[in-house]
Each structure stands twice: as C-alpha cells, then as structure tokens.
C-alpha cells in the first residue's frame, strides 16, 4: 500500500508497487495493467496521481501505451 507521510510521492510509490507486480510476474509481458480507476481504487490515490505513475513506468520502459487500447507490460520489461 502506499504511505501518504512518505517522503516518496504518492506517484513513484504507485509506479514502485507496479513495477514490482511486473517484475514479480504478476503482471505478464504484453498483457495489460490494470486501468486508471481500478489503480486508482486499489491504491487508494488521485487519478492524476495514476497517470504520474504510469508515466513513470513508461519513462521507465517498463509499460507501454496504445492510443484508444490501454497500457501494457513492455514486452522486454520481466527480462
């Protein structure tokens, strides 16, 4: 879960816990995460805090996204 008194952005613990469901296997490679509102339900968090997030985990090639399908795990992202 995320800790709202940590020094760390609500965003970059989102994107932290994410990329560990990636890296865990939970998330498979070329599946798609979860949508905006369902992390933004399981976190507990502001959408715009989501969309930080995703971004990140993009940045961070990790996720891509597909204009009008969704964000999916990077293919090369569980390697």
């Known amino acids: 879960m995320v ?17 560990k469901r990636i ?17 933004q339900q399981e976190y507990g968090v502001a959408r715009g805090t989501v969309r930080q997030a ?8 990790l996720v891509m996204t597909v204009p009008q399908r969704g964000t999916y795990v990077a293919e090369k992202a569980g390697q």
């Open 54 to 61: 995703v971004r990140l985990l993009r940045d961070r090639g």
């Open 23 to 39: 890296a865990d296997g939970e998330l498979e490679p070329l599946r798609p995460i979860p949508s905006e509102s369902q992390l």
């Open 3 to 19: 800790d709202p008194l940590s020094p760390t952005p609500l965003y970059v613990q989102v994107a932290n816990l994410v990329a």
